[in-house]
């Protein structure tokens, strides 16, 4: 593979957004592939607020089941099982280049959430240098106002390129938390068979 798009997250749950998005940023800038990078214990995150790692990587490949141009890599679950120590991005992607050498091409697919605090990231620079960022561009921003909210610390000219256009899609892993403990209907949020999986382990009820 010439490009692989790296896509982090706690996937708590993982919803139909966080299938079709990858794949049409993916699509967009010519990668081969979306790796799946699930989190064990995010930095911005208290302990213990997200779902057991087994169950969200057990969902996660559930949702992905049928996207036969994405895979999952456990590195970050794996070392913090070792370390017991925070996920950190930039301590992934060095470890991921080590381990593929000097190709394929690495970037990291980011929202815009996610851009507007890059700057407090651990080694910002270093995650640049190692996997340049995608960032996904969704109403109600445009390519201009994001432009505008990139951190002080980086040159804005720098990031026109990374911007790529995607739809809204009215879905959130709070939401279907929210929805599931209010004993509302999560179908056609989420892949069905992640649905029965929440069921069959009263997960967020």
């Not at 896509?7 to 957004?17: A, I, L, N, Q, S």
């Not at 995010?42 to 036969?68: D, F, S």
């Not at 370390?83 to 060095?94: F, I, K, L, N």
């Amino acid at each position: 593979m010439k490009t692989i798009l790296l896509f982090g997250g706690t996937f708590d749950p993982p919803h139909v957004g966080h299938v079709m998005l990858p794949m049409l940023a993916m699509e967009a800038i010519g990668a081969d592939c979306v790796a799946y990078v699930p989190a064990a214990q995010p930095p911005h995150k208290p302990k213990g607020e997200q779902t057991e790692v087994k169950h969200r990587l057990a969902m996660l490949e559930l949702a992905l089941a049928e996207a036969k141009w994405a895979t999952i890599l456990t590195d970050e679950i794996d070392r913090a099982a070792v370390t017991g120590q925070p996920s950190y991005t930039v301590d992934t992607r060095q470890a991921l280049r080590a381990r593929l050498g000097p190709q394929p091409t690495l970037r990291l697919l980011i929202g815009a959430d996610m851009m507007r605090i890059f700057g407090t990231w651990k080694e910002p620079q270093k995650i640049i240098e190692l996997a340049e960022p995608v960032v996904m561009v969704r109403p109600p921003d445009t390519r201009e106002s994001l432009l505008e909210a990139v951190p002080a610390m980086f040159e804005k000219v720098t990031w026109k390129d990374r911007f790529v256009d995607l739809t809204v899609l009215d879905v959130s892993s709070t939401m279907i938390r929210d929805r599931v403990a209010a004993g509302q209907p999560i179908s056609g949020f989420v892949h069905p068979s992640v649905e029965r999986y929440i069921t069959q382990h009263g997960l967020y009820a």
